[in-house]
């Protein structure tokens, strides 16, 4: 899942990609709100972290923007303010959570995750399909019961794919939301990947529509 950090605190902001990361989160670090402002324009993402106090323009100005070009990526914003006026005003802005500084990286990462899980309309806390039960929170994938060894990136791509079915996924659109920005990425990565996925769980779960991208379908719909 690709997520965008928007913090100008270079030890704040090390930590966080450093841990995210380690989440499996592909993270794209700016310090600088106009920068952030362009990169949201060009760039798609899955979850945005927004620091309010940013060099040129504020957090609040980059929210207000994102809503206004009815981009609904979820943001959460990191603010040392813990008043109520500024959580009202963040909320009507168009803010999806709030992170009082300072805080532990595990409620982050719990928060996220429940941010993801309201963008895609689910509930659950795991992701489940034909004996496929994927668990975000713990990394672990089981299938018909057995746990299932996946690499981080297999992981990711199997979580893109169940959080998408019956929806076509470009193999484009797959290596935006794994790869951030200073990651190398070979031109048949993804397809190694699939190839991957296939051999360890059913040859059939993934299908490929030539020249278009990868679908896991939706049998539930007539």
Known sequence: MRLLLVEDDEILGDGLVAGLKMEGYAVDWLTNGKLADEALKLNTYELIVLDLNLP??????????????????????????????????GLDSGADDFV????????VCARLRALARRSEGRSAPTIEYKGIVLDPASHQVTFNNEKIELSQKEFEILSFLMSNIGKVVSRSRLEESLYSWDSDVESNTVEVHIHYLRKKLDPALIRTVRGVGYIIDNDDES
Request: net charge negative; aromatic share 2%; proline share 5%.
């Open 100 to 107: 009082i500084k300072p805080f532990e990286l595990d409620e």
């Open 56 to 89: 040129d323009m504020g957090g609040m100005a980059i929210l207000t923007a994102l809503r206004n070009r009815k981009d609904e990526t979820p943001v959460m914003v990191l603010t040392a303010k813990d008043t109520v006026s500024d959580r009202v005003l």
